[in-house]
């Protein structure tokens, strides 16, 4: 339609004309309407407005939206005049001109034209960096990426939100993750854009821990997030299977009310797994219509968990709504119906596709790869190549994982040089692992050795791990030992890796080595959950579980399992046998194998019939398995009566070696997000103990209702045994691990009746140079205390080497962690003078009211560990001495002193006696560690104020106290009164004589009289603010 052209005013007044035009001009561009824009060009030249710069940039935008470079090219040119906003339209819009072969022409013409407005003496600002640094993002050109950012830095740019944002992204997308939290670093006034590419950083280098940290210092910042922000968290959660951390993350999702958004509802259909269809249908019984991107994310969600049938309806809610034409929804089909195991689908799909990106083009050529289809997978490839269609990093991996499993290496590596020659794409990790495997499986083990050892990167344990197999195929026991070590370093607690090198060893009858690894697996190693997989028959999924003999057609599975053993025999299969049985001795399933044996031949894997609600409706499909997916010996094949037997059962063997190894489980790990919004809702529940005796002598009849769980314990001197430690443990699972401190590492386990508890394992090291002292005396103190803010003591071990401590577990980690913001949230005042008080109540019970009185000597801000409600309690014993009669006025003289620097009683440094003013002196500094926010000794200072305390009580005798105050506080009026109390007492407490420091009872009193005045000037401040106002809002009412 042409523009309306009113006969009388539109274009007599110049202000009309000017505002007609550019409104008319920017929807033109928006929409990409070339004909209107040609005809408004047109009518500025027929009026004379041809020469006003605003709306000749505007016109430039409308020919560059609309692709026509040439034109574009041609007009810039005939100005007369051009700004830096003319350049940036320039620079911005000739990148999307031209097709796919004229990419690489486009991105030089690009920087040709910067070189043009640098020489011209223009001035770039943040959009003209914004827009350059895009075009290094979509070519992946780093090189020019940092030539730039120099340039930036020069011009002050880079301390520009709008420019850091396109530069963190750029450096994310080339996985240099530290370059882009210095550029985050460095940018001043970060908004939400900044905070979300920062986390979507993380994200894309699955680094999960910091996204989550860089998430609460986004809030602590005072920003809440928005749609990208959960769609990242969601993301991270999903691909790493942390789904309740998901779960988390969709609590405050429904708090902040983005539920209703689509991107973050289609991140969540990602998370809810399995109930993807029964969502849709809530969703549309609500009244909602599912968009693209909805119906494309829950097409996804069918294929990864290969549910064919739910595929098949989404596809049908597709067309049906007519979604299919979108370019995500298509794709999505071609990679579900892929992951079902029907190839034809998914070709289907893809012809059906009218014009396939390349994406489409990716999904195709990883659907043939993954069923092993090299042939056709290559074909597509060139197709898709003659097509004009550039490929990516993805691409190219999917080529050459199909040729890896067919071994055609010829082509591997002539795809290989084509990607790092012609495109100049850097390969990773994947790409190198391709290639090893396809070098390895033909045969040219020397030169997979050589290129692995020729990697520009470390090589990673698939990489290793196919050089291990290719090893292994080809008997070259030397070089299989070689990778085999380094992937015992990388991963020491995978048993297959083990159990590889194992059957390695066993081939070539080195016995010995076989019994050095199955020691080290034993040591090493995790128990295994037996692992489960499923197939799908005639309307009805059956599970398989390792020795299940329940499902009714047991016995007819069994004899024709044994109808296959003659042509097995015929087909030479007694080496696989053989390794078969090593590797089942391994993983203690010592009973598959003999039920193998001839004659007595019982099937390993029964399938266990599922509930009617699991039924399926495609016959004869084996979709792959969750637990399979996680290990490389995984095997997807379908049920077939004309295929080969031999490899039918060979391939159902690898499943069991594969079915033996079950996924990490990560709701055991340690909690990635310690601020509320990423609490569990349910809490742990510490209800008494008593009548939960532990049986005594054998373990026998214990039961555990899960591998982690110790049988519940009464708080005393409670002896542990090794079996019951390894299997709370998991044999020291570094995933159970929660902490390190000088007497050794922490783990976190969970008694029968839901007590969380912490296994603290010393140092063997330790013992042979202090003999358990330490270890002693933590024992009996913790047994002789009980106490609100002492940690509570649950048992120990003590055994040949292993030195083991079983007490409470904290979970909100230590108020040093809080003081140094480690877990995003900052302590204020009131909260710091609280865990004051508890800590004195803790030190005056262990001073005052025990029969012994006991002197802690380690009172450091890293012992003091935080409930959940930001309540303290007193940890760590192993210094604990008793103290000497008060009465007699005698002190303990010790032999060797003990403590932290930075806390240490300098009169008990000089005179080695030791007395319950040692332990006010460390509260002292605590107190000054509690308001300032500094560490005891700060090296990186400069002299005069390195030590902490000696520089706060110089500046508080100066009369500058609240130079000292944390910075992250307030300098509110209750917050340097209190200041002050609290500054005043911990002088007293760090006095050089300890005859002039008050007792902790003492101190305990003075914080509780303090405390009660900050929260008395804290009701007056509130109540003064509330009348200001109200009179305000009087006043404006009177006028």
């Known amino acids: 339609a042409s523009v309306p052209v009113p006969d009388e005013t539109h274009f007599r007044d110049p202000h009309t004309v000017h505002l007609f035009c550019a409104n008319a001009l920017k929807v033109s561009a928006k929409r990409a309407l070339l004909p209107e824009g040609k005809q408004l060009h047109a009518h500025l030249i027929k009026f004379g407005f041809c020469h006003v710069l605003s709306l000749q940039n505007q016109i430039l935008g409308v020919y560059l939206k609309c692709t026509e470079a040439d034109d574009a090219e041609k007009l810039f040119e005939e100005l007369s005049v051009r700004n830096v906003v003319s350049w940036n339209i320039l620079i911005r819009g000739i990148v999307g001109c031209g097709d796919a ?5 486009n991105q030089q013409q690009c920087f040709s034209y ?19 640094f895009g075009v290094c993002v979509k070519f992946h050109d780093i090189d020019m990426g940092f030539q730039l950012h120099c340039f930036a830095v020069k011009l002050g740019l880079d301390l520009d939100c709008f420019v850091g944002s396109v530069l963190v992204d750029l450096y994310a997308q080339c996985g240099l993750v530290e370059n882009a939290r210095r550029v985050f670093l460095v940018v001043q006034h970060r908004d939400l854009v900044v905070w979300n ?13 910091e996204a989550f940290v860089m998430f609460n210092l986004m809030r602590w910042d005072g920003a809440n997030g928005d749609e990208f922000t959960f769609s990242n968290l969601l993301s991270i959660c999903d691909s790493l299977e942390y789904y309740d951390f998901g779960k988390q993350v969709h609590g405050h999702i429904l708090r902040l009310s983005f539920d209703s958004d689509v991107l973050v509802a289609s991140a969540l259909i990602n998370i809810e797994g399995n109930e993807v269809m029964k969502l849709l249908r809530e969703m549309l019984r609500e009244g909602f219509s599912p968009d693209e991107l909805t119906i494309s994310s829950t097409i996804s969600l069918c294929g990864y968990v290969s549910a064919i049938t739910e595929t098949m309806q989404a596809h049908a809610f597709a067309v049906k709504s007519s979604f299919q034409e979108f370019l995500s ?19 289907k799909c893809f012809r059906l596709t009218r014009e396939p990106d390349l994406v489409s083009w990716t999904s195709l050529i990883n659907a043939y790869a993954f069923h092993g289809l090299a042939k056709e997978a290559t074909e597509v490839f060139e197709k898709m190549l003659s097509c004009g269609i550039i490929p990516d990093q993805i691409s190219f991996l999917g080529v050459l994982s199909a040729c890896s499993h067919c071994g055609l290496v010829t082509k591997g590596l002539h795809y290989f040089n084509l990607m790092t020659s012609v495109y100049k794409i850097v390969p990773d990790s994947g790409h190198y692992t391709c290639l090893v495997d396809l070098l390895g499986r033909y045969g040219l083990i020397n030169e997979a050795f050589e290129f692995l050892r020729s990697m520009p990167m470390e090589a990673e344990s698939n990489t290793l791990g196919a050089f291990v197999a290719s090893c292994n195929l080809h008997a070259n026991i030397g070089l299989a030992k070689w990778a085999a070590e380094k992937l015992f370093t990388i991963e020491p607690e995978k048993n297959v890796n083990y159990a590889v090198m194992s059957n390695i060893y066993a081939s070539h009858r080195h016995w010995s080595d076989v019994e050095r690894v199955r020691r080290m697996m034993g040591n090493k190693c995790d128990a295994r959950v037996p692992g489960c997989s499923w197939i799908e028959i005639t309307n009805q999924v059956h599970s398989f579980v390792s020795n299940d003999k329940i499902h009714p057609k047991a016995l007819e599975m069994h004899a024709t399992l044994k109808m296959l053993l003659w042509p097995m025999k015929e087909k030479s299969v007694d080496a696989f046998l053989t390794s078969l049985q090593l590797t089942l001795s391994l993983l203690h399933q010592p009973a598959i194998f003999l039920s193998l044996k001839h004659k007595h031949m019982t099937s390993p894997y029964a399938p266990r019939r599922r509930s009617s609600s699991d039924h399926r409706t495609t016959p004869g499909r084996a979709p792959p398995s969750p637990s399979f997916a996680s290990s490389e010996l995984s095997t997807s094949s379908t049920v077939s009566t004309h295929r080969n037997p031999v490899s039918a059962v060979a391939k159902s063997f690898a499943g069991i070696f594969a079915g033996c190894f079950a996924r990490p489980d990560f709701d055991n790990s340690k909690s990635l997000g310690d601020s509320e919004e990423f609490k569990s809702s349910s809490s742990v529940s510490n209800a008494s103990r008593a009548g939960s005796q532990r049986g005594r002598g054998s373990n026998r009849g214990i039961s555990i209702s899960s591998y982690n769980i110790l049988p519940a314990k009464e708080p005393g001197i409670v002896k542990f045994t090794m079996e019951e430690i390894f299997r709370v443990t998991r044999n020291f699972s570094p995933s159970f691990k929660i902490g390190q401190g000088g007497f050794g590492a922490v783990y976190k386990a969970k008694l029968l009746d839901g007590t969380v508890v912490a296994v603290k394992r010393a140092k063997k090291s330790m013992y042979e140079k ?80 025990i029969d012994h009185p006991i002197i802690h000597r380690d009172i450091k801000s890293s012992n003091i560990l935080l409930t959940e409600n930001f309540r303290a309690k007193v940890a760590d014993f192993g210094f604990a001495r008793q103290a000497p009669d008060s009465d007699s006025g005698m002190t303990h003289i010790s032999t060797q002193i003990k403590g932290t620097a930075g806390y240490l009683d300098p009169e008990y440094l000089k005179t080695y006696q030791l007395t319950e003013k040692s332990d006010v002196y460390s509260f002292g500094v605590l107190l000054v560690e509690l308001v300032t926010g500094r560490r005891p000794i700060e090296p990186k200072f400069e002299l005069r104020e390195r ?17 000292v105050l944390d910075p992250r506080l307030d300098q509110t009026t209750a917050n340097t009164l209190a200041l002050e109390k609290i500054l005043e007492l911990a002088l007293q407490c760090l006095a050089p004589r300890r005859q002039i420091r008050p007792t902790m009872k003492r101190c305990a009193e003075i914080l509780w009289s303090i405390r009660k005045d900050f929260r008395e000037q804290l009701s007056a401040s509130n109540f003064r603010s509330f009348s200001t106002s109200s009179q305000r809002s009087t006043s404006i009412k009177e006028k």
């Open 947 to 963: 030590i902490t305390a000696k520089w706060a009580m110089k500046r508080f005798i100066d009369g500058d106290a609240i130079s």
């Open 114 to 132: 910067f070189k043009r407005m640098l020489l011209e003496l223009v001035v770039p600002d943040s959009t003209t960096f914004n827009g350059l």
């Open 101 to 105: 072969n004229e990419n690489d022409s």
């Open 770 to 849: 202090h003999l358990g002292v330490e270890f002693q005396s933590e024992i009996q103190t913790l047994s002789r205390v009980e106490h609100l803010n002492l940690v509570k003591f649950f048992g120990y071990l003590e055994q040949e080497d292993e030195r083991i401590i079983v007490v409470e577990h904290v979970p909100n980690g230590t108020l040093r962690e809080h003081l140094d913001c480690i877990h995003g949230s900052v302590l204020d005042l009131a909260a710091r003078l609280d865990i004051a008080i508890d800590v004195s109540h803790a030190i005056t019970y262990l001073h005052m009211y």
């Open 197 to 209: 590419v920062m986390i979507s950083c993380y994200a894309l280098n699955c680094l999960p821990e």
């Open 329 to 347: 929804v298509a794709n999505s089909l071609i990679s579900a119906y892929s992951k079902c195991g029907s190839i034809t689908s998914a070709c």
